[in-house]
């Protein structure tokens, strides 16, 4: 039976403790040489998908309680520019199932990952109103039909418009989602709002979290301790060892040092923690076990 969104609630009060979301997929197949110019490593959904579900795999067996979709570029403005001969709800169910086949009846939750129109860390706008619209509406309604995922998983969000669009589509439709932020200063998020007054406007559409990923610990520390997260909250911070841009991502962050990094922020609010570009599953591992011991 399909879970019901209440039910990582639920679990997350049972098992007294942040849930632990996957760590980077992407750049785990991208050092395996998957790479795309316009899909990243989403291509790899059809052409490599014993890669795709290996790494699905090892976070599960890491022991992450949610894992991510390999979806993060299959959105309908990439799948035109990579002008792929494969219908587009297809696409998007098979990306799905490689996640859906990994975990069978294990109690293992699937975000479907929904990211930026145009690349994350552009700071200026080169798309209409009307194309983010149909990209978000399209994305998000092909993954939701697929029937087996559990949420939305808005990552690296940057710009005001995109977050409107994507809070007012999920809310309208009884959606699951979370919102996760992207800033590069820790004050405004990429579009110059400041991040205080995206979290207050995100808050009123009623998201089961409000997140932060892909930013630099450093960075988290700033928004964390200026911030009143009094709602339910999430974190998956970078790991790289480089800048944002870089094409070749490799782990900058140990996952003893990462560990040690996350602890203070982790508190009764947290629905999930993870880790996000360069992390291996052994940073879940850790993760899951340092928490598990903590009860």
Known sequence: MKKKISDIKSFRKTVNRPLI??????????QQGINDKDLWTSR????????????????VEAGADIITTNTF????IAFKSAK????????IKQSVNL??????????????SNSPAEDCYQTERTLSSKSLIENHHKHITELWNTGKVDFILNETFGF?????????????NKIPFIISLFTKNGETILSGEPISEVTKFIKTFEPMAVSFNCIFPETFEKIYFSLDLDCENSFYLNCGSGN???EDIECGISP????????????ENTLFVGSCCGSTPEHTKLLRNYFDKQN
Request: glycine fraction near 4%; aromatic fraction near 12%.
């Open 84 to 91: 792929l001969d494969y219908n587009y709800a297809e696409f």
């Open 99 to 112: 996640a859906a086949d990994v975990i069978g009846n294990k109690n293992v939750f699937i975000a479907a």
């Open 244 to 246: 944002f841009e870089d």
């Open 160 to 172: 005001y418009d995109e977050i409107k669009i994507v809070c007012e589509f999920c809310h309208c």
């Open 44 to 59: 790899a959904n059809i052409t490599e998908q014993k890669k795709v579900k290996s790494v699905h795999k090892l976070y």
């Open 256 to 267: 003893e040092k990462y560990l040690e990094v996350i602890k203070p922020f982790a508190n």
């Open 21 to 30: 979301l996957d760590g980077a997929v992407g750049s785990l197949l991208q």
């Open 73 to 76: 570029r299959t959105n309908p």
